[in-house]
């Protein structure tokens, strides 16, 4: 049962455009969403969140998106650059802080010069 | 400030023997988070400890694994027996103890293990 998805494995975009992520979750229980990036043999780098309550946050080049009633979070980074080239994951959790983090498949984002 | 510390990076065990991954946390941080990402696919969670006590294991096996975060030390993850399908990259990753607040996850380089 997949509550995290992913649905497009990789992305390729133009150096200094738009790339835009998409995931969807099925559990409402979910209440703090993350984005992390790994790249090969290292491991994720946590990038942005946003919490449940909030629609949209922010962080320099990183926007994510949150609908709720869609069940469906957007990572937004703009300017893309060739070092943004990595796999990026997103990531759920629900209800008390120390919980466990379900993760998607993950989508290989290839910035190309 | 050091960020999580995993060892080793990678490890071969032949099938029957046991694998011992270890974790030390970010300095400050009390909880531990155990992570298993089989090859193209995403991080799948195992088990969540603090000091002295497993908090959530709802995503261990139930056989031939074992982890334990004691008073002193790092974190370690116990695999017996190892089997091919054990092979996999194993995260570690660790949080603060702030309570009533979100709490990111900072991870490690990861253990790959190869059973041969």
């Known amino acids: 049962d997949q509550q995290v998805k992913q649905n497009s494995p990789s992305l390729s975009v133009q150096e200094g455009r738009i790339s835009i992520l998409n995931c969807d979750y099925t559990n409402s229980m979910f209440d703090y969403f993350l984005w992390y990036k790994k790249y090969p043999a290292e491991g994720p780098t946590f990038l942005i969140s946003?919490?449940?309550?909030?629609d949209k946050n922010e962080d320099g080049r990183f926007t994510v998106f949150l609908n709720k009633s869609a069940k469906h979070l957007s990572l937004h980074i703009v300017p893309s650059q060739p070092g943004d080239s990595a796999v990026y994951f997103c990531a759920a959790s629900a209800g008390a802080a120390g919980n466990k983090l379900t993760f998607g498949g993950g989508t290989r984002v290839l910035v190309k010069p | 400030n050091a960020g999580v510390m995993q060892n080793p990076r990678h490890l071969v065990r032949r099938r029957g023997q046991e694998a011992r991954l270890r974790c030390s946390p970010m300095?400050?941080?009390?909880?531990v988070y155990w992570y298993r990402q089989l090859p193209e696919e995403g991080l799948k969670f195992m088990v969540y400890?603090?000091?002295?006590?497993?908090?959530?294991e709802s995503g261990m096996p139930k056989e031939r694994f074992s982890a334990e975060f004691p008073k002193e030390g790092p974190s370690i993850l116990r695999i017996q027996q190892v089997v091919r399908g054990d092979s996999a990259a194993y995260f570690c990753?660790?949080?603060?103890?702030?309570?009533?607040?979100?709490?990111?996850?900072?991870f490690g380089a990861g253990t790959r293990l190869s059973v041969l």
């Open positions: 300095k400050g941080h009390s909880h």
């Open positions: 946003i919490s449940s309550i909030k």
């Open positions: 990753a660790s949080s603060p103890n702030r309570m009533g607040a979100k709490n990111i996850q900072y």
């Open positions: 400890l603090q000091k002295e006590n497993i908090i959530d």
